[in-house]
């Protein structure tokens, strides 16, 4: 097999793993295996090709990589996922919320609650903010 073709193998196995990973370091390797596979079809020889995938392999990496993170991740996206996402959201009171337990509705699933302040006493049908999660258990607020 041609030196070419095993270059541009390597580049496409690269592209394809990079897909799984999205890291976007497989995907520089793949930039520097197709610029090898270039050199290699010009007919230059095999340490000519390995310097070609190394320094644009390792220009990828320090130049274009960090580009690419800074577009793909805006600065300023704070999205709030799983637990933090449900601090400061609304919920319902299904069932008497009191020191020792309750339950309540965050965003259409139920939750077992207590209140943050342990002499508030909440009534189904109220308002509540949550305030914090601890463990399986909405810590809530009664609202105004």
Known sequence: MR???IWL????????????SLDLVLIMFAAGALAASITAALG???????LVFAVV?????AVVRPLARRRLTPIGDHTRTGVDALKGATA????????????????????????FDATQQ????QKVQVIDIQGATAIVWRQP
């Open 122 to 125: 909440l009534q189904p049908g």
């Open 92 to 115: 319902l009171v299904l069932q008497p919320v009191t020191e020792t337990g309750g339950l309540v509705k965050i965003g259409g699933e139920e939750w077992t609650a207590r209140p």
């Open 9 to 20: 193998v390597a580049s496409v196995g690269l592209v394809v793993a990079e897909i799984f």
């Open 44 to 50: 230059l020889n095999l340490l000519i090709q390995a």
């Open 57 to 61: 392999s390792l220009l990828a990496l």
């Open 3 to 5: 030196p070419w073709v």
